[in-house]
């Protein structure tokens, strides 16, 4: 850490490639009873050199925009293999994605639908599609991110669930086949899972009874990261809850795909941080670093929390491990904060760790999911870069951005952005 912090500077997300495919084989083998197929949602940490890394580990991709068909592809994966979901899909999305071979759309509602059936038409491409079901369960996350509930923009409810497959039924251009789940993220309890499968199975019945077949059930993704404390589920729990009620079915032909994200990445990813300045105000110590909220929000916007601690600490403050309770003497109360202009940029308030100076680098772990895909310019702040380690050595996988590419699409000449306002956004 401190090698890369050194050459490639702060602030720069660190991603370790043994990780990455150490957590796709433990999903892969707890779920192997279900031969499910593995899509990594693309979303929680969408670098190319990272999605190259899975696609070699044999994983498909849960996308949600066009663009992120695009990285996807462009990182070598098959579209076959790929999942498209996300509420707004355009016009273009869908003609995209259709030309593009996409695996299977992930339909969010009727107006959706139509216009994926009527694209397809139009093209004269079939494609295959599962209903978004909206299961009316609480996933017990944060609200930002419970999408399962009822009064969710996402999925169709269930009540409408039976009856739009009816209608849809036989659509030569999109057949329907089958049923996705995605309650909310993380979710920190298999009773959930539990509870949007059975529902899920019990509208799979009802229309398997007037003749429909559904042979795919996409559960989402949603398993948890290890943020603090070890309370969070190993894919082995999740399976072993999720197993016994699909195994059966799966031996009867029903297909299982998952979407895990930042139970792959989540892990696998550090954030590097240099402290600027420290300063006592009132009764508070901050430690003022080069990054915050506009690198790592999820502690600003979610109140997540994510463990913090030196890089370069003397043996006596080497944490005994991220579960113990860190009860050291010598620690001190620390506000975490970014240099924006905003009270609510920090990476942690109050956190107990070893007295920092000038200088001093903080790894933020945990963030390889939802860190740098979250990541804004707000400031003008660049974005960080991204390292990606394999084995003993590192590379840089994005570069840090720089003035230049801050303002690069305000420099344009003015016939080019009239321009763009007559081209399609793609
Ligand atoms: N599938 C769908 C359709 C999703 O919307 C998501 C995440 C996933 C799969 C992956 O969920 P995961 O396995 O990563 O939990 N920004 C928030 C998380 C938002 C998740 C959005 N959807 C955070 O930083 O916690």
Redesign the pocket.
């Known amino acids: 850490m401190e090698r890369i912090a050194r050459e490639v500077g702060t602030p720069c997300f660190v991603y370790s490639t043994a990780t990455l495919q150490e957590h796709c084989s433990r999903i892969r083998s707890a779920f192997a009873p279900l031969l499910p197929s593995i899509c990594f949602?693309v979303?929680?940490c969408s670098n190319l050199s990272v999605l190259r890394v899975l696609v070699e580990a044999g994983v498909g991709m849960?996308v949600?925009s066009g663009h992120e068909l695009r990285r996807a592809m462009e990182a070598g994966c098959d579209p076959s293999r790929c999942v498209y979901?996300g509420v707004g899909k355009t016009d273009l999305e869908i003609e995209f994605a259709l030309r593009s071979g996409i695996g299977l759309f992930?339909v969010e509602s009727e107006q959706e639908f139509d216009a994926i059936a009527a694209c397809a038409e139009r093209l004269n491409i079939r494609c295959h599609g599962a209903l978004r079901v909206n299961p009316d369960v609480d996933p017990k996350t944060?609200r930002y991110?419970s999408?399962g509930n009822r009064e969710s923009k996402f999925g169709v409810d269930l009540e409408r669930a039976a009856d739009f497959i009816r209608k849809v039924h036989g659509n030569p251009w999109c057949s329907l086949r089958g049923i996705h789940l995605?309650i909310g993220?993380?979710i920190y309890s298999c009773e959930p899972y539990t509870q949007s499968i059975l529902k899920a199975l019990a509208l799979i019945d009802a229309l398997c009874a007037d003749g429909i077949v559904l042979d795919t059930l996409d559960l989402?993704?949603?398993?948890g990261a290890d943020y603090e404390t070890g309370q969070s589920p190993s894919a082995a729990d999740y399976a072993s809850t999720i197993v016994p009620l699909l195994e059966e079915r799966v031996r009867n032909g029903l297909r299982v795909i998952l979407?895990?994200?930042?139970?792959i990445a989540a892990n696998a990813g550090v954030l590097l941080v240099s402290v600027v300045y420290t300063k006592e105000s009132g009764d508070r110590t901050f430690a003022i670093c080069d990054a915050g909220m506009n690198a790592l929000l999820?502690p600003s916007h979610?109140d997540?929390f994510h463990f913090i601690w030196p890089i370069d600490v003397s043996a006596a403050f080497v944490p005994p491990s991220r579960r113990a309770k860190l009860e050291m003497s010598g620690l001190k109360l620390h506000d975490i904060v970014g240099p924006l202009c905003e009270t609510g940029d920090f990476l942690a308030l109050e956190r107990a760790i070893p007295p920092v100076n000038r200088h001093d680098r903080l790894a933020v772990f945990t963030a390889g999911?939802?860190g740098m895909t979250?990541a804004s310019r707000y400031n003008s702040s660049a974005l960080p870069a991204e390292v990606l380690v394999e084995g003993d050595t590192f590379r840089v996988v994005r570069l840090r951005e720089c003035y230049d590419d801050l303002v690069a699409h305000e420099r344009v000449g003015s016939e080019r952005c009239a321009a763009a306002i007559t081209e399609p956004q793609g």
């Open positions: 949602s979303k929680s849960d949600v979901a992930n944060h991110t999408t995605h993220s993380p989402g993704g949603g398993f979407e895990p994200g930042r139970s999820r979610y997540a999911a939802y979250m």
